[in-house]
């Protein structure tokens, strides 16, 4: 079946850039997503990315894509406190639609 | 934008209960919705897919009986924990996507419902 993997942590400092990496197995997968999670919370879409696509910039986020080695990452610029939250990279394919997720990324913002 | 909106947001009842929470579609129709569970300092795991008009989609693992889908509108799909125990206490959080609107459209997701049971 289909599997995604994300690194458990990542520390960074206030106005660093953070990058969150995710690596999945599906070949047919048609859309990636990163989402975000605040402690206690639901989840919040933050960008998508078709699989023809390389890069997309959303403000302060950036998502690249290397399809050849299924590789999706985040990169947040200027970090700030409020970032701090679990993020999720997720894949579905085809019409089902489906949605299989990593098992998360916590990122840590230090003032 | 897509909103997906789930009701109630937090359940605290006793054991031998049952629940049910709503998700619905606001702004426009889905035939299909799926239901998640995590479990704490997990990911989210599919439970089932709720089909309009038509029986629900389970994954393995998962009891049909426990469990009930029923998404009787175009934009409702209700989860009704029967039954429930202490180890039903979870978040659980429903997707949907808008199949008619232009382009491709991503999963939105509830605000999911904490469900305790004590």
């Known amino acids: 079946g289909e599997d995604v993997e994300q690194s458990l942590f990542l520390s960074v400092r206030e106005g660093d850039s953070s990058v969150i990496n995710c690596t999945y197995t599906?070949?047919?997968?048609?859309?990636l997503y990163w989402y975000k999670q605040e402690p206690g919370a639901g989840l919040q879409l933050l960008t998508y990315?078709?699989?023809?696509?390389d890069m997309k910039q959303d403000q302060r986020l950036t998502v690249l894509l290397n399809k050849k080695d299924k590789h999706l990452s985040l990169r947040i610029a200027d970090t700030q406190t409020g970032d701090s939250a679990i993020y999720f990279c997720?894949?579905?394919?085809?019409?089902?639609?489906?949605?299989?997720f990593g098992t998360g990324t916590k990122l840590q913002v230090i003032p | 934008g897509a909103v997906v909106s789930q009701h109630p947001s937090r359940v605290i009842c006793k054991s031998g209960t049952s629940v049910k929470i709503e998700c619905r579609s606001l702004?426009?129709?889905?035939?299909?919705m799926f239901w998640y569970r995590q479990f704490p300092k997990q990911s989210l795991m599919l439970m089932a897919t709720?089909?309009?008009?038509?029986?629900?989609?389970?994954e393995q693992g998962v009891e049909k009986d426990k469990f009930l889908i029923n998404h009787a509108s175009l934009t409702l799909s209700t989860l009704t924990v029967t039954s429930a125990h202490p180890e039903d206490s979870s978040f659980y959080i429903c997707?949907?996507?808008?199949?008619?609107?232009?382009?491709?459209?991503?999963?939105?997701f509830g605000d999911g419902t904490r469900l305790s049971i004590l």
């Open positions: 997707s949907a996507r808008d199949q008619q609107g232009a382009g491709n459209q991503p999963q939105h």
């Open positions: 599906d070949s047919s997968s048609t859309y």
């Open positions: 990315i078709f699989s023809n696509m």
């Open positions: 997720a894949e579905t394919s085809g019409g089902y639609q489906k949605v299989t």
């Open positions: 702004d426009f129709q889905a035939t299909t």
């Open positions: 709720s089909n309009e008009g038509s029986k629900a989609t389970y």
